[in-house]
Structure formats: structure tokens, C-alpha cells
């Protein structure tokens, strides 16, 4: 178990290390950079800006300084936000961002599971065919329509729920829905097929053979089981959810971190970019982590070495 | 069943703590006034900003020598409370205003304003309006040390010890520059660097001694006997700053500007506090429980993406003018979100609603109280780069702007009552007329074509019309690769880039048509006119025209006014003849404010300072003539 930490511990140094290497190497061979704007400046001050940012050093010099300093924990400041290090809004973002987006997995699992197990307890029923069709729009329809026809629906049409903004549980109600439904649909999905699979194995039999309720043998015996697809689509789920939405954030004029992931690369703003590049590798390298600690929990027939 | 138990318990737990912090911070009072403020403004600093959303924020925190007058954007008494124009023009004196405060309770003085300008003008400060402060004596000289001469006297910065904040100076020496020679750069491995202007070691004579300086970091190398500073500028005694006393500041120009006092109260030139600024450093400096401010707001809270929070500051001098107390520029990126916000009430003043949304809007019977498109000034226009053949021929150019049909653009493509525009530089520019390329017309353009040898179009080459990313310059692209296929028989295909290569490629020339538009800084034809001289950074076509840059060089001199719009207008000529650019149209302001919002007006520069809006709670939802905004513009 011990050396199942180390193991993942140092991977994780590796695979920094490695994403840290090519994001950076990518975005110094993009056009442009953080002194780019729309009036252009006489050359020595350009040449000025780029000695500000570096941008005038051999590649290889910007590359061990940017290291050398993220090393240490402080990402720098933001080349654009230039009155924020990338600390700072990261601080300020991620909260908000990881807030929205555990309201919107509990939305996500509460209906997933939900209609995943319904749909597999009734097989072929008209519950079971409603419920997929609906999954499959809802995987299928991006978020951005799914937002508008909210918007259009409870801001306009029935006037309940703010049209944008962040700081009321009534402004965290509709993004979240939002977000959190491509999730639920896709839980649904693999929670079906998880059920069904798991209803047709040799413990299940046994389970019914002792004359257990059919309710407890799908919740007690097969629905464990059934969740090892769901857990493992979370992992990275979660990762992805709690760093934000740039649709979602956008529509709703929340201030979290999702927009930064584009805008940062977009504006090249360097610094901020890596910060967030390193942030998620971080945190999507944990919640495989933990979605492998899972794994020993909910099937005891993984060992975990 | 531990794992699914504590697994429910977990989630629980999680949802409560995301609801809890998601509401936390909500106590917020609500604000007396709100606006979308577009993106997210990239600093407060006065000498670091470009744009709008910045602007609007800096212009309610500092206030200049003057601030800009809410009805028609001119200078208009702020911290100075008088001023003498000298008969040449080329003298200012400001007697500053002694009630004037900071927020920290310090006077507002004439060493606020020369720190701040030389603040401005460092090039350590990288501001990208240090050439507002080129007007005066020496100042492009103080920013730009490859300008420097043997004999000019200069003052050596040296470099700061470690861990002192950079917004310090270092120890500075005065002396007298005897000679200056370029170093080779060693960073010739990176390909970017070909046009890098030369770096330089200065030998200055100081109190008679000989000693040769490198601008250089502790860990640079230099030569042996070179010694490392933070830079070498020019004697800043040398630029035309000058503190009289504690309330009178005097200003010396090179040339008689007649839109100098306009650009003092742009919010470049805005004092900032030296106490604050070296005391926290940068970025800290701007941090709300940091910022010191002499303007009629005070910035107390700013959350990132979200809103930077304004309230009456108490210590501004004219506060009992400022009639709102709390206010919140929202940073709002999506329009169709804005005009959400604005529609269901949360905001009193929507910036830019989305096009397509605006053409519905303008549709209404009656028309609405609250939307007044006026005329601006900023241009839309095609970049020709005239450096590539065919487009190195004047009849080509011709050819090409004369089968454009600019109203169909207007009508079609854009809809919010744009104006065609013939000229680059926009009507409605005081004192100035304003001179057009040859209209829309396919037969001569045609014919042109067909002089330069492409009749019918015949071997005319593929050109591709490059824009950045956008849905709206789309639209125009395709219209003008139609009308040219249609009037010309010519071929043209789009290319979009997104917004930093689009730039880089413009400054590269690496395109044949590009589309660009410009924002003039004052109302007079010159902020349009000088980018086009010979080697302009934002020339950006290869128009190179000796003529041209004559023009501009004797109208820059010129104290007569009449005499000098001659010179601007024949400049104009010159180049709408020449053709290096097609304008295409005139842009109008799409303001969307509430009825009850007072003290809004239209302007030619789209500019409203929040300190002189106020609401007038009698007005009613429908009034057809409910404020200031719905007036036609003066």
C-alpha cells in the first residue's frame, strides 16, 4: 500500500514535469505574445516589453526560469490580470468554479443513479426507454443550448431564477442544473449498463436464492459493483467539473476559473496558462488517485500494490 | 457498506459546504448603480491601461490636471483649478486646486503630477502610452535612451537591491554622457530578435570621473570595467516637467498642440501616489485595501471576472457633486448575457448589446427610450499591404475601394445606422473637412482594373482578406469577397486568425487584405493622420510617402489653427488618393441606459464618467424623453 503512494507520488512529479515541458515549449512556438496589442509600440519599447517578459531570451533560458520559479510555488503574475499573480486568481477562481461544480455533480448523481438504476431494475419498459432517449439528448445537446433554453425558459418566460451573476443560492441554481446535466446523462448511461451487468452475475443469483427483496439485491449487492464504470468516469469528471465551465461561466457571468483556461492561451498570457495547465494535471492526477483507492473499497477483489 | 455510506455522507457534506461558500460574501449592499463593464479590466494603474472597461473604472479612481467634461469629452477643470496657455501654445501652467486630497489624506501637489508623468515616461514603467507624454520638451528622449547624444547631461539609475520593491528608483547619479557604443547582442540564437534595436554601454563623466555603465542584472555579464545599472535615461531636469511650487506645475511642448489639454485629462496622465505605489510595490499597489486615490470614487472591493465595487470617496474634493454613492461595474464578456442582465433589470447600463439583438431593438414602434446609436469616432477600414504585387499599384487600390458598396455593408452587416465611410478620418471632427476617396462606382473601377492589366479580372491573382475571429467581421468579409467577385471578377478567400496572431501577422505585413479599425484618443484629425507615416508602427500597408510625412511633421509645428487643419485635410487627400486603405464605415455608439439614469451623454468618444451620472427617480418607465442620452448629440 505504501509503495502504491510512492509509486503515484513520483509519477506525478514525472507527469508535471512532462505537461509543464510541452505546454510551455507549445505556447513560446504560437505567434505573438504577452506584449502583443492593438497599437502597436516603437521598437525599442517593444524590445523593452519583451525583456519584461523575457520573450527575448533563447527559449531554453525562458524555459529553466519559468521552472525554476514555479518550482518555488509562486506561478507569477498574470501578463494580463497584471494586478493579480496567478496565485491570487487562482484563489479567488477555483472556490467559485469547484463550488458550481459540486453542486452540479450532486445534481449529476442524484439523478443519474437514479434513473441508471430505474432503467436497469425495468429493462425494456417504457420508463427505461423514456429515461435512455432522454440521456442520450442530453449527452448529445451542448451546453450552451441547454443554457439558453434555460435562460429563455425561468429568467424570461417564467421569471424565477436571476438571468447571470454569482453570490445567491438563486444564481447558483440554474448554471449548476445547467452544467450538471450532461453529466447525469452520461451516469445514467453507464449506470444502466453497470446494473445489468452486475444483476446477471452468480452472486446476484445467490443473493435472490436467500430470498432477499428484489429492491435489496439491486441496492446492497449489484449496485456496488455497478459503480466501478460510474467512479472511474468520475475521476476525471470531477477534475474537469471543479475547474470550470468556460461555457457555463460565460453564460452566466460567474467568475470562476473555466474562462481563464481559454482566455489565458488565447491573450498569451503565459504565466496564468501554466498555472492553470499544472493546476489540473494536479487535480486530475489526484482524482484518478483516488478513483483507484475507490476500486479497493467497492470490489474486493481489487489489491491495491 | 462503508464505502457507499460514508461515500453519500461525503457528498453531502460537500454540496452543504459549496452552497455555504457559494452564498458567502452575498452581504454585499446593493448598488445605487451598475453597468456591464465588458471584460475584465487588466489593471488600475493610470500608466498601464488600454481600453474601455479600463478607462471607465481608472477615470471614477484619479482625476488629472483636468478630467473629461461628460457632455462632449473635452479637458475641463479637475485637480487644476486654473490654467495660462502660453501665446505660442507651447507653455502650460497649472495652478493646482489646494482642497484637493488623497484618499490617505495627503494634498494633492505639483510633485504628484511631475512623479507621475516621469512615472509615465520611464521606460521601466512599460507603459504603452508613454508617447502621450512625447508632446513635451525631451520626452521622447527620457523614454527612448538610444536617443541619446554625446554631451546630453543623464542621470544613471542603478540597480535596486534585492527584495526592494520594483515600482522604486534606484540610487540615481547625475552626469554628462560623453559616448555611447552598441554591444552585440549574444541572443542570436533566437530568431525573433533580427530587428532588436542595439543595446548600449555609456561612458558618463560623473563629479569628473570616468566611469562606463550597462544596463544589466546582477546575474548579466559584462565587460570588464563596465559597471551594471537598472538604465541610463536622460536628465529628467531636461524634459519639460516642471514644479513651480507645491500648487503650480509647469508644462513645456515641443510643438503648439492644440489638443494638449484633451489628453491631460485622458487617464493616462492621471496622478498616481508615490507614497502607495512604493510602499506596496506592483501588483500590490492596486489592491483594493491598498490603493491610495485622489478621484470621486474609491475602488473598496474587486473580485476577479466579477465586479470591481466604486464608492463616493470622502476625501475627493467636489464630493457633493458626486450624487452616486455605490456603484458596480460588472465584468460581463458575453453581450447576449449583458443585454440578459440589462433586460431583467439588474443593470442600469448595458455598453454594447449583441448585433443581432440591437437590429430587433432599433425595430420597435414606438422606438425604445433607452438605446440613441450616435456617431463616433472610430473607423472601420482595409489594410492594403502595398508591398505585394498587384497591390503595389495605386489604380489597383483604386479599383478595389471603388467596388465596394458600402451601403449594402451598413444595411446588411452591421444595422445599428453605421456610416458609410469615404474618408478615414470620421465627420463631425470640429474645424476639420473631411476629404474622400472616389465613391462606390464598378464601371471606373473596372476600367481601372483593366488599365492596370487585369481586365475583366483576367490573371488578377487569389488575395485573401484577413480578420481576426468574429462573427460581424465575417459578414463584412464575405460581402466584400461577393461584391469584388460580382464588380470585378475577381477572386478573394477569407482567412481568420485569433486576435494576438491576427496582430502579429498585421505587424508582420503577412497578409494582402486585412481588416482594422481605430479609436481616435482626442477629437482632431491627427490621431488618425499620424499613423501613416513612413515606418509608422501602426502604418501597417508599407505606404511610404515623403509628401505624406511632411504634411504631418509641418502641421505638428503649426500654431495657426485654420492653417494646420489645411495641412491635415491635404494629408488626407493624399492618402485617401493613394488609396494604402479602404474605408468602409464610420462606427456609432450602441449605448443601452436606463430611463431614470441622468447626466449620460452621447459623445463622439463613447466616454461617460460615472461621477456625473446620477437617477432621477421621477422619471417614469415610458417616458419618451426621459434624459440627457435621447437628445440628439451637440
Known amino acids: 500500500m505504501t509503495w502504491f503512494f510512492v509509486r503515484r507520488l513520483l509519477g506525478l512529479v514525472f507527469t508535471l514535469w512532462v505537461v509543464f515541458t510541452v505546454s510551455l515549449l507549445l505556447m513560446l512556438a504560437v505567434p505573438g505574445g504577452p506584449y502583443s496589442a492593438e497599437r502597436n509600440l516603437p521598437p525599442e519599447l517593444e524590445a523593452n516589453f519583451k525583456h519584461r517578459y523575457r520573450s527575448d531570451l533563447p527559449w531554453y533560458q525562458q524555459y529553466m526560469f519559468e521552472l525554476k520559479r514555479d518550482l518555488t510555488g509562486d506561478l507569477g503574475i498574470s501578463t494580463r490580470m497584471q494586478d493579480y499573480t496567478v496565485n491570487q486568481v487562482i484563489a479567488q477562481g477555483l472556490p467559485i468554479s469547484a463550488s458550481l461544480g459540486i453542486f452540479a455533480l450532486f445534481f449529476a448523481i442524484v439523478l443519474g443513479l437514479s434513473a441508471g438504476i430505474v432503467s436497469a431494475l425495468y429493462r425494456g419498459s417504457f420508463a427505461d426507454f423514456t429515461l435512455m432517449s432522454l440521456a442520450t439528448v442530453g449527452i448529445a445537446i451542448p451546453s450552451f443550448v441547454v443554457a439558453g433554453l434555460a435562460i429563455m425558459l425561468f429568467v424570461f418566460v417564467i421569471p424565477i431564477f436571476p438571468a447571470a451573476g454569482w453570490g445567491t443560492l438563486r444564481q447558483l441554481i440554474l448554471p449548476s442544473l445547467c452544467l450538471g446535466l450532461a453529466y447525469a446523462a452520461e451516469i445514467a448511461r453507464i449506470t444502466r449498463t453497470g446494473m445489468l451487468d452486475a444483476l446477471s452475475q452468480d452472486y446476484v443469483r445467490t443473493a435472490r436464492a436467500k430470498g432477499l427483496s428484489e429492491l435489496m439485491v439491486a441496492l446492497r449487492h449489484a449496485l456496488p459493483t455497478a459503480m466501478l464504470p460510474v467512479v472511474s468516469y468520475l475521476g476525471p469528471a470531477v477534475a474537469g467539473i471543479l475547474t470550470g465551465s468556460v461555457v457555463i461561466e460565460k453564460i452566466f457571468a460567474i467568475p470562476g476559473l473555466g474562462w481563464h483556461f481559454v482566455q489565458a492561451a488565447l491573450v498569451r498570457d503565459f504565466t496564468l496558462a501554466m498555472g492553470l495547465v499544472l493546476l489540473y494535471t494536479v487535480l486530475l492526477y489526484t482524482m484518478n488517485f483516488i478513483v483507484d483507492l475507490s476500486y479497493g473499497i467497492l470490489d474486493p477483489r481489487v489489491e491495491l500494490k | ?634
Not at chain 2, 588 to 606: A, C, E, H, I
Request: some cysteine; overall charge negative.
Open chain 2, 1 to 634: 457498506m462503508f464505502g457507499r455510506t460514508s461515500f453519500l455522507v461525503a457528498m453531502f457534506i460537500a454540496g452543504l459546504a459549496a452552497v455555504a461558500w457559494a452564498v458567502y460574501g452575498s452581504h454585499l449592499e446593493p448598488a445605487d448603480f451598475s453597468f456591464t463593464n465588458e471584460t475584465e479590466v487588466q489593471t488600475v494603474d493610470p500608466a498601464m491601461a488600454t481600453g474601455q472597461p479600463e478607462m471607465r473604472i481608472i477615470q471614477s479612481l484619479f482625476e488629472g490636471l483636468g478630467r473629461q467634461s461628460p457632455t462632449d469629452t473635452r479637458f475641463k477643470a479637475g485637480a487644476a483649478e486654473k490654467w495660462e496657455i502660453s501665446d505660442d501654445g507651447r507653455v502650460y501652467t497649472f495652478h493646482l486646486r489646494k482642497n484637493a486630497k488623497w484618499s490617505n489624506d495627503e494634498p494633492v501637489t505639483a510633485h504628484d503630477f511631475a512623479y507621475s508623468l516621469r512615472r509615465l515616461l520611464d521606460p521601466q514603467t512599460y507603459s504603452r502610452y508613454a508617447y502621450e507624454g512625447w508632446y513635451l520638451v525631451n520626452g521622447k528622449k527620457y523614454t527612448l535612451s538610444s536617443q541619446l547624444e554625446p554631451g546630453d547631461p543623464v542621470e544613471v539609475e542603478l540597480n535596486l537591491a534585492p527584495g526592494v520593491p520594483s515600482t522604486r528608483r534606484g540610487e540615481v547619479l547625475l552626469g554628462k554622457l560623453v559616448r555611447k557604443t552598441p554591444v552585440e547582442t549574444k541572443s542570436s540564437e533566437s530568431a525573433k530578435t533580427d530587428d532588436e534595436p542595439p543595446k548600449y554601454i555609456f561612458d558618463v563623466e560623473l563629479d569628473g570621473k570616468m566611469r562606463r555603465f550597462k544596463a544589466a542584472d546582477a546575474t548579466d555579464s559584462v565587460p570588464d570595467g563596465v559597471e551594471r545599472c537598472r538604465q541610463v535615461l536622460l536628465d529628467f531636469r531636461e524634459v519639460g516637467v516642471k514644479v513651480i511650487d507645491d500648487y503650480t506645475l509647469e508644462l513645456r511642448l515641443t510643438n503648439p498642440t492644440p489638443y494638449f489639454l484633451d489628453l491631460l485629462a485622458y487617464y493616462p496622465m492621471s496622478p498616481v501616489n508615490k507614497t502607495c505605489v512604493e510602499k506596496y510595490g506592483s501588483p500590490a499597489w492596486t489592491q483594493p485595501q491598498n490603493i491610495v486615490t485622489n478621484g470621486p470614487f474609491r475602488m473598496v472591493a474587486r473580485r476577479i471576472r466579477d465586479r470591481v465595487r466604486l464608492v463616493r470617496s470622502d476625501t475627493y474634493w467636489d464630493r457633493e457633486n458626486v450624487k452616486l454613492n455605490i456603484v458596480d461595474a460588472l465584468s460581463v464578456e458575453d453581450r447576449t448575457t449583458a443585454f440578459n442582465l440589462y433586460s431583467t433589470g439588474m443593470v442600469d447600463w448595458q455598453t454594447v448589446p449583441p448585433s443581432e439583438v440591437l437590429r430587433e431593438l432599433l425595430k420597435e414602434k414606438p422606438p425604445r427610450n433607452d438605446l440613441n446609436p450616435a456617431p463616433q469616432l472610430c473607423t472601420y477600414y482595409f489594410l492594403l499591404n502595398t508591398t505585394r504585387p498587384p497591390l503595389n499599384d495605386k489604380r489597383v487600390r483604386q479599383a478595389l475601394s471603388m467596388a465596394i458598396d458600402r451601403d449594402e455593408i451598413t444595411r446588411v452587416a452591421t444595422g445599428a445606422g453605421e456610416i458609410p465611410a469615404y474618408s478615414l478620418i470620421p465627420p463631425s471632427v470640429p474645424g476639420y473637412h473631411k476629404q474622400e476617396c472616389k465613391p462606390f462606382d464598378p464601371e471606373a473601377a473596372r476600367k481601372l482594373l483593366a488599365e492596370a492589366g487585369f481586365p475583366e479580372g483576367q490573371g488578377f491573382p487569389r488575395i485573401e482578406i484577413l480578420y481576426n475571429t468574429d462573427q460581424a467581421h465575417q459578414a463584412i468579409a464575405e460581402l466584400v469577397r461577393k461584391q469584388w467577385q460580382n464588380n470585378l471578377g475577381i477572386t478573394a478567400s477569407l482567412r481568420n486568425e485569433e486576435w494576438t496572431s491576427y496582430q502579429n501577422s498585421i505587424q508582420q505585413l503577412d497578409f494582402t487584405v486585412a481588416r482594422r479599425s481605430w479609436v481616435g484618443d482626442y477629437q482632431d484629425p491627427n490621431t488618425f493622420s499620424d499613423m501613416f507615416v513612413t515606418g509608422g508602427e501602426n502604418n501597417n500597408t508599407g505606404f511610404a510617402s515623403p509628401e505624406y510625412d511632411k504634411l504631418i511633421v509641418d502641421a505638428a509645428k503649426e500654431p495657426d489653427r485654420a492653417k494646420r487643419m489645411e495641412l491635415l485635410e491635404k494629408s488626407e487627400r493624399l492618402l485617401m488618393d493613394e488609396q494604402p486603405i479602404i474605408p468602409v464605415y464610420f462606427y456609432v455608439s450602441k449605448n443601452m441606459v436606463r430611463p431614470w439614469v441622468r447626466g449620460f451623454y452621447n459623445t463622439l468618444q463613447d466616454t461617460h464618467p460615472v461621477q456625473d451620472i446620477w437617477i432621477d427617480h421621477s422619471v417614469k418607465k415610458d417616458d419618451p424623453h426621459p434624459n440627457e442620452y435621447m437628445e440628439p448629440m451637440k
